[in-house]
């Protein structure tokens, strides 16, 4: 689809686009709920928010942090770097063959292309170190009984906590460089912010108005 958009624009329409991602969504749904019924909460835990079962095959349980790391993690964001490459490789190419005249929509397209290469690699580097810490725990929480060591303990909570905040930095990050380079994509949102302060001045303009009572005619008697 990268390398020839054209002979894949006739081929893909809306309704198949529709049909591919509600399959990858229910497969990944079904190959997601299994694990998390070897987990029961357990209020005294530190690290995990639930804890294992007893009677759960360790060898699956240990498995499953590897191929949530490959499937999920680094393979998604692996093809998502490849793609930036060839998005930006072919930006270059334009330029190359228009002999560096570019439109200012082209020029635009170069500037996305490389943005769009950058936060696919900090989301890969973001992502990746949380999954590889988890492998190592459940290891250690299953196999080998030094998790109970406290310096080990300080060491997991400590790096746990960092990749954490690494992650939600990223996740936060993407939104702010979006408001920074898009123009379109900050005027909306400026009319957004400013299309809801107007209506909430609105409501309370309405709110404090005095109310009329009606006026109810009298009936004179003569």
């Known amino acids: 689809m990268i390398l020839s958009p054209a002979h894949h ?27 998390h019924f070897y987990f029961y909460y357990n209020k005294k835990t530190t690290i995990f928010i639930c804890e294992f079962h007893t009677f759960i095959d360790h060898w699956k349980i240990r498995a499953w942090p590897f191929l949530h790391a490959i499937l999920f ?28 005249k570019l439109s200012e929509n082209a020029r635009r397209m170069k500037r996305n292309s490389i943005l769009v290469l950058f936060i696919s690699i900090a989301t890969l580097f973001s992502i990746l170190p949380t999954v590889i810490l988890e492998a190592f725990i459940v290891h250690d929480r ?14 997991y909570r400590i790096l746990l906590n960092w990749f954490l905040s690494l992650s939600a930095l990223n996740y936060s990050s993407k939104f702010y460089i979006r408001l920074i380079i898009s123009k379109i994509f900050r005027r909306d949102f400026i009319k957004l912010i400013y299309s809801i302060s107007l209506h909430k001045q609105k409501n309370t303009e309405q709110n404090s108005a005095p109310v009329d009572l009606p006026i109810t005619p009298r009936n004179t008697e003569t």
């Open 73 to 100: 993690v680094s393979l998604p964001s692996i093809i998502t770097c490849i793609s930036s490459v060839i998005l930006l490789h072919n930006r270059c190419n334009q330029k190359r063959i228009n002999k560096n």
């Open 142 to 155: 299953l196999f080998n009984h030094y998790i109970f060591c406290s310096i080990r303990w300080k060491i």
């Open 9 to 35: 624009r006739l081929l893909i329409t809306r309704c198949h686009v529709l049909i591919r991602i509600f399959l990858i969504f229910i497969i990944v749904i079904l190959f997601m709920i299994p694990h």
